[in-house]
């Protein structure tokens, strides 16, 4: 199983990004997955995650309104929409999967056992 991230760069505050991150060896379908972020000198913290139904979705409070977690199934690639960033978003950003069934949703990431590499976002103020 391979979580490849990506999408990451330099952007200014008000700015959007699309993370992506493309899934092998598994299926997306049967996945609950979720992002997390780690800023430089803290520790990893939940972003967003989503149920393996894809039905529901839920998010930090930080990020609401501001963040969507979404997959295509076809891709097998899983995204997560970030608008109107602001400079406390930079970070390096992991996405992450786990075997599931219906709609649970899972925020901490013990919960997972495959893990992205990470892609760095950084936005300037």
């Known amino acids: 199983v391979q979580l490849q991230a990506s999408g990451g760069g330099l952007v200014r505050a008000g700015g959007s990004l699309r993370l992506s991150c493309v899934a092998s060896?598994?299926?997306?379908?049967?996945?609950?997955m979720g992002w997390f972020r780690q800023a430089p000198g803290k520790e990893r913290e939940f972003v967003a995650a989503?149920?393996?139904?894809?039905?529901?979705?839920y998010y930090t409070d930080s990020v609401k309104g501001r963040f969507a977690i979404s997959r295509d199934r076809a891709k097998s690639t899983m995204y997560l929409q970030m608008n109107t960033l602001k400079p406390e978003d930079t970070a390096v950003y992991y996405c992450?999967?786990?075997?599931?069934?219906?709609?649970?949703?899972?925020?901490?990431?013990?919960?997972?056992?495959?893990w992205g590499q990470g892609t760095l976002v950084t936005v300037s103020s």
């Open positions: 992450a999967a786990r075997p599931s069934v219906g709609a649970t949703l899972f925020t901490s990431g013990g919960n997972y056992p495959y």
């Open positions: 989503s149920s393996q139904s894809g039905g529901r979705t």
């Open positions: 060896g598994l299926t997306v379908s049967s996945y609950a």
